[in-house]
Each structure stands twice: as C-alpha cells, then as structure tokens.
C-alpha cells in the first residue's frame, strides 16, 4: 500500500488549475488553490487578502460556474481553500501532493520549484501539468532528492471529463513515487493511466497533433472544404461527432498551434516534421484572433442570423457552410454502421474505397498508423499506451493499432507499401514472427520493441459482462434482454434493446430474473452496457398504442412494468442496480426498484416524462417521494406538503442531476449509493456491493404508507400551476401535466384521510398514465420526440 494522498495543492488558478483542484475536491481531497498576486494592484488593495486573491478566487469561481460543470455537487467546491504564492506557501508543508499549473514557460516554472523545494515536505509529490517542456529543463538546479519525487501529470480538459492522465517520470523519478501517483490516479481520481516518456507532448498530443495537422494539410492538397474533412473525420473514422475543426474550435486554435510550434521546435529530427508546420491560413486566423469557442469565432462561427458560417482557407473570409453533397451522404450513412471495425473497413476497403470520402480518409488513417508505429519506443513503450491514451484523451472508439487490426493488420501494411509510407523494422520483424495482428482474440499483444507476443495482464477491476460471465449461455434470454451467471452466486441481468429502452421483454426479464436469482443466487445485478445505462421506456410502443386508443393494452403494460419494478423491491436477495450515462425515465425507475445502486460517477439521472407529455408510472412517482418522507424521524412533526412540492418540482420540470452526488442530492439516488469513477470498475463493483449486501444479513423491506397532503395539497399545487401558466412558464398542456402529477404526489382524493398505500399510489400512477396517453397534445409530444429526438413545448 502506498501512502495515501489527502491534501494537495493546485498552483495556477487557470483553466487546468482549477479543473484540476474541482476534480481533487470530487475525490474528497482537501485543495489549496494557489495563483499569483495580481501585478497593479493599488496600495491600499495590496493590502487586503481579497484583492491579494483575487486570481485564485475568479479561478474557483469559474470552476464553479464552469458548463459542463468541473464539480459533481456544488458542495464539493467547500473542499477548495484559495490562496497565493508570496503570502501562502507556508500551508504546503502538510501537503501530500502539489501539481503546478502555471503558464507554459520554462523560467516561471523553474523558479516556482526552486520556492517549492524550500518549502514542502520531504515526502511530498510534485507534479507539473506542463504539456510538452522537458523534466530536465524545469528541474535544472534542483536537488537529488527534490528530483525523486518529481513527475509529470498532464492531466485533458476538461479534467473531470476526460479519462486520459499522461504520467511522466524523470530519469530520476523514483519508480515508488510513479506508483503512488498511478495508484492515486487510477483509485482516487478514476483516471486512465498511460506511461509516457519524456518526449515533447507526450504521447495523446503528439499523435492527436500531428493526425489533425497531416488532415488539414491533405484538405488542402485535396481541394476539400472544412465541411468534408468534418464529414469524413468523426463517425465514420471512431471518431467523436467534433471530428476536426468543431474540436479545434472547442480546444482553441492557439492550444493547437501551441502544441504543433513546440513539435516543430523541439524535435528536429522527426522524419514528418513538416506535418507540424502551420498552414498560411490558420496563421491569419491567429493573427485575427478567431481561435475557435472561445473567440468571436474559429473554423466555424455563427453568423449573424444564427446560420452556422465556415471559414474558407482559400478566400480567407467566412462564407455559409457548404460541402461536397456526396461525401455528406456517403458519411451519414457510415455513421449509422453500429459496429466501429466494421464501418472503418466499409470506408476505407470497402464499398467506399474508390469513393473521395473513403480515398482521403485512408490517406489521413494510414498516416497516423505509419506515424504511431514510428514512435513506440520513443513516445511510449507500447502500443496499448498509444491506444489508451487516443482513446482516452481523444475520446476516439478505437486506438491507432485497434483501428490498424479493424481494417486488417497485412491488408493495411500493403496498401501502406505501395502508397510509399514508411514504416519501422518492427513491423517487419512483427510480420516475419507470423503475427497477423497487434491484439489477439486469446488476450495477447504484439511488444513491438522485444518482437514477440506477450500476455497482456488483464485488471480484473475493469472485467466487463464478457470476461465475468460464466458458461456459454446465458441463464435467461429474450429478445429484449439476457441474464448470466457472474459467478460467486450473482446473476446479471443486462438490457438488449436499443438504447436500452424498457419494452415488454424487459420488463418480463426483469421479473423472472428475480424469480431466479431468489431460488439459485444470492444477489442480482442489472447491469447494462451500451453509451446509456437506459433512456427510459420504448416511447414507440407507447405512442402507437396511445395513438389507436388500445387503453387496456397500455394499463398493462405499465402494471407490468411496475409489477416488475416492485418485485425487484421486495426481492428476497439484494437487487443491485449499476446506472452510468443517462438513467432516464423507466431507467432511474429500475434504480429507485432496485435494493442499492451502485452509480457510475458521471450518471444523468432524472424523471423526464412531462417532456413526453407523461408521469412516471412504474413507481418512480411513489418511490422517489417516498424516500424524500423517510428521511423524516418517526414523530417529528414535519409538514409533507414541504416535501411533496419538492418532490412535484422535481419531476414536473423533469430536473436531469448532472452526476451521480447531485443524483443523490436530488433524492433519485439514496444516501448510501456507491459511486465508481471510473466506469470501467462498474461491474465489478456493483457486484462486490451485491456480495456485501448478501453477506451482511440483507432482509427485504416492508411495504409503506404515508399520510399525504391529499385535496388541500393539490389545491395549493393547482395554484402554484396557475401562477406558471399565467407567467408564460408553463403551456396548458403542461398544467394539465402536472395536474395529474400533483394528484398522484398527494395521494388523490381522501390522500390526507388515511395512510395511503403502495398499492394505491401505483394505481394513482397507472390512472394518470393512461389519461395523459388520451391527450392530443401528449401524443404529438411522443410524435416529436420520436421524430426529433428531443422535446416538444406546446
Ligand atoms: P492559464 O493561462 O489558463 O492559467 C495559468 C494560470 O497560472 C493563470 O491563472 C496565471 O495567473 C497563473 N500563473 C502564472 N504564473 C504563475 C506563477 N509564477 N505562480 C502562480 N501562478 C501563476 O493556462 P492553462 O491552460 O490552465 O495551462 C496551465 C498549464 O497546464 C500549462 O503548463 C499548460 O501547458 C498546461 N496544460 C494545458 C492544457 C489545456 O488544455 N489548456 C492541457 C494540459 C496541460
């Protein structure tokens, strides 16, 4: 066990500091978030403390007010101490861990290390976040053992958001200070590690760089648009939706020609330098400040009537967006092929291959893999390092050598050949070994340094549903979803539909899985896998039977839905539910049935049916409300007005928590939800809290009732509804909505009179349900939804 890391420091309040300082406060680190005293302040504000701090403050602030947010809770932001470095250095003595993030140049740098090693504990990590200067340059002059437990940790923005940590040790980093770090990475911050070496930008941005400089470069010997190359490069490549210039934009144009320069200048002996030289265009991009997002606009930039506008690299001017027609189309379709491999080989080697999309793609591909083989041995050790890190950092589906086996590893080496790019001897020695790929199916990796294969060792905290299953089918199956044996006596029950969406298959699985699980295991997992844990139920077969009045059918099919999410409650083994993604509708419905969850930290999780014109009905109504009254102690004397309101906002504004913490916050999550990181642990840990759970004398709940607010309860609702719609916030429809929800949240008619049951509410969800289904306007907001994936207002 290494020591732990409980208190760090955050110097450079920036955009990196202080997403950097957001991320440790949502690991539970304490942080002193440190910048310098601004220069020009006046005599009488060098002497207050505000003014003194006033960088690092507007540097918490912006974290705090930062869109997608850096903190999981607002609260984690308490976790954060601001300060500065000429009059607060002395708090880093008890320090475990300091990571510099100040601006990018050598003296500052050095002269802050020079403070630091006056000041901080012998056992204190020092880490800079530097992207691309030298270990050797920034530690010139500093101690032995100052150099020990000095490393770099480049951390992606956004950091909460991006899985890569690019670790870096000096040659005289102690191999026990790399493994504290990669243990705190990986354990306390759920990040990816991947080992680079010391080489200018490491390793995500080396090839990152020099793939969207190599692209750009061929638009322009190609004579493509912007338009195209975006087209070609997202999708249909495993690339993200930004593809290349919408991500330039959102990363900043400098941030990219930055990274290139410092290529350019440091690494004369590259063999594709040239690649890192700026085309003309985006110099007078530079020099007239459109550098993406951030500025009035970059590659693209909406114009004044809202139009999104492309700057044009041979006119120099903005014009409206364009683009080859063909290469639109060619791509859309792509883009739909779900399997990654199989739309790469489709692009490239298949039906595409003649076409422009599929010729210029190849050509920016297969430079990238020419390139990325070149550089194991110089950038990182392996190629799983290289894969990770584009993978991670670029969020691309597969890493460069995946992308290269996907396509066929002899096809690509051939076609690479008679194109004329260079690739290294290893490669050769790779092919004269008889390896006909990087990865094999039995768990190996070509080294491409020692020429041999070896065994890759698998972490057996990221086994997935495939490595954890046991026998060769699955114990239950239908055509919505299977159930397997996870060993150690627990059973998972993974989603199939698309999107994961509830529809009947599901709903029948999930009961006979319990079924099962009561009489063969000893817990039950759900665990889906996919982008979204689930998105809430199969809207078309509602809509459509909403659409031909089959009113029975649809009581039905939510009686059964609640049926099965009431049978997960009262399960005689402990039911554990592993969101992630969005847990939407029916999906955060499953999770307020299941016994416990275990949450991926990046969990969406909210009641979104008034978007659709409905109500929760498979109990999300009854649940969520009550667990807001449990929390209440026996006899105090608590208005549940107070709480229902909560509640009622709650749902009928269809409130999204923006991670798992504000899942909990909100009450769709319980107090005691575990939180996984990194999502790639979530299986394993959803099944380690089953265990618990079994093993510490887990008893099913009894069923409860409540007093509610009852007729006075939806009258004061009904007010409140009123006063929206007369504001112009809420539509009719949405008052006729929520007036449904208000009934059902106050138990109905007579809700005060009596202790409502579980019975009763559901039947109060049912009702609502299916009377909202019968309204015009709700089934045109299901027709839209269907149509155009997002919500109609009317
Ligand atoms: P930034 O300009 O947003 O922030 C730098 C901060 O450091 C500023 O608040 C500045 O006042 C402060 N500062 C400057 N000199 C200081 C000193 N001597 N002592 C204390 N504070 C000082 O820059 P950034 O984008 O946050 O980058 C910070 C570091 O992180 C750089 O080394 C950069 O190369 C690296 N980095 C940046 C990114 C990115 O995407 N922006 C990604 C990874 C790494």
Wanted: proline share 4%; net charge neutral; aromatic share 6%.
């Amino acid at each position: 066990m290494s020591i732990p890391i409980r208190r760090a420091a955050v110097i450079g309040a920036g955009v990196m500091g202080s997403g950097i300082a957001a991320h440790l406060a949502n690991a539970g680190i304490e942080v002193l978030l440190m910048d310098i005293v601004p220069p020009n302040l006046s005599d009488a504000e060098r002497a207050t403390a505000a003014a003194r701090n006033r960088f690092s403050v507007s540097g918490l602030e912006r974290a705090v007010a930062s869109r997608p947010a850096a903190f999981f809770s607002k609260d984690r932001a308490r976790l954060v101490k601001i300060g500065n470095v000429e009059d607060d250095l002395e708090k880093l003595r008890d320090r475990d861990l300091v990571i510099e993030a100040i601006i990018e140049q050598i003296q500052p740098k050095r002269s802050l290390f020079e403070r630091l090693e006056r000041t901080v504990s012998p056992d204190c990590v020092v880490a800079s976040n530097t992207s691309g200067l030298r270990i050797a340059d920034m530690m010139a002059g500093r101690s032995e053992s100052f150099r020990r437990r000095f490393l770099v940790m480049h951390f992606f923005n956004p950091v909460r958001y991006m899985k890569l940590l690019e670790l870096v040790a000096g040659p005289d980093t102690s191999p026990d200070v790399l493994e504290r770090v990669r243990a705190f990475g990986e354990n306390a911050l759920g990040k990816g590690i991947v080992v680079g070496r010391d080489t200018p930008n490491f390793v995500g941005n080396r090839i990152g760089v020099h793939g969207m400089l190599a692209t750009i470069h061929l638009m322009l010997s190609e004579g493509l648009a912007p338009e195209d190359v975006d087209a070609i490069t997202g999708e249909p490549m495993g690339h993200p939706k930004s593809a290349s210039f919408r991500t330039a934009d959102l990363v900043g144009i400098d941030t990219l020609v930055h990274v290139a320069e410092n290529c350019l200048d440091s690494l004369p002996n590259d063999e594709d330098r040239q690649v890192f030289e700026i085309p003309a265009f985006i110099r007078t991009m530079i020099e007239r400040k459109l550098l993406g997002d951030k500025a009035k606009g970059g590659f693209y930039r909406k114009g004044r009537d809202g139009a999104i506008e492309t700057f044009d690299p041979t006119s120099l001017e903005y014009r409206a967006r364009g683009g080859d027609k063909e290469i639109r189309s060619v791509c859309k379709k792509l883009g739909e092929v779900e399997d990654v491999g199989a739309r790469l080989r489709e692009l490239v080697f298949g039906s595409q291959a003649g076409s422009r999309a599929g010729a210029f793609a190849w050509k920016v591909l297969s430079r990238t893999l020419a390139y990325s083989a070149r550089r194991v041995g110089e950038i990182a050790d392996d190629v799983v390092s290289i894969d990770d890190a584009m993978k991670w950092g670029y969020n691309w589906e597969l890493g460069p050598f995946e992308t290269w086996d996907a396509l066929g590893f002899e096809a690509a080496v051939a076609r690479m050949k008679t194109d004329g790019l260079v690739l290294p001897p290893s490669i050769e020695r790779m092919r004269a070994a008889g390896a006909t790929s990087f990865y094999s199916a039995t768990g190996e990796v070509f080294d491409l340094l020692r020429g041999e294969s070896r065994r890759r060792a698998a972490d057996p905290r990221t086994a997935s549903l495939t490595v954890l299953r046991r026998g060769p089918s699955p114990v239950l199956k239908n055509d919505g979803a299977e159930a397997w044996d996870l060993g150690d006596g627990v059973l998972g029950l993974t989603f199939k539909t698309k999107a994961n969406s509830i529809d009947p298959d599901v709903i029948e699985l999930i009961a006979s899985s319990v079924d099962r699980a009561e009489r063969d295991f000893r817990a039950l997992v759900v665990a889906n896998r996919g982008e979204h844990f689930c998105v809430g139920a199969n809207l078309f077969l509602v809509a459509i039977a909403a659409g031909q009045q089959q009113w029975q059918e649809l009581r039905s099919m939510v009686s059964g839905f609640q049926r099965s999410c009431q049978r997960m409650k009262y399960a005689r083994v402990p039911v554990v539910a592993a969101p992630y993604g969005m847990a939407l509708g029916g999906g955060l419905e499953v999770c307020l049935g299941a016994s416990s969850v275990q949450a991926a930290a990046e969990t969406y999780a909210g009641l979104v049916e008034v978007g659709v014109g409905l109500v929760p009905a498979g109990g999300g109504v009854m649940n969520l409300l009550w667990r807001a009254l449990a929390g209440i102690p026996e006899g105090a004397h608590v208005d549940a007005y107070a709480i229902v309101t909560q509640v009622f906002k709650n749902i009928a504004l269809a409130r999204v928590a923006t991670s798992a913490e504000e899942g909990m916050r909100f009450g769709y999550l319980g107090p005691e939800t575990g939180v996984t990181f990194d999502r790639a642990r979530l299986l394993v840990d959803a099944k380690a809290r089953a265990i618990g759970l079994a093993e510490s004398g887990w008893h099913p709940p009894a069923p409860r009732a409540y007093v509610l607010p009852g007729e006075s309860g939806m009258s004061t609702l009904a007010m409140m509804i009123r006063a929206l719609v007369d504001a112009g916030q809420a539509s009719p429809h949405d008052a006729t909505i929520a007036t449904r929800l208000a009934e059902v949240l106050c138990g109905g008619v007579g809700g005060s009179a009596r202790e409502v049951t579980e019975d009763e509410m559901l039947e109060l969800e049912r009702e609502a349900f299916v009377s909202l289904c019968g309204e015009p306007k709700t089934q045109e907001r299901m027709q839209f939804m269907l149509m155009n994936n997002k919500p109609l207002r009317n």
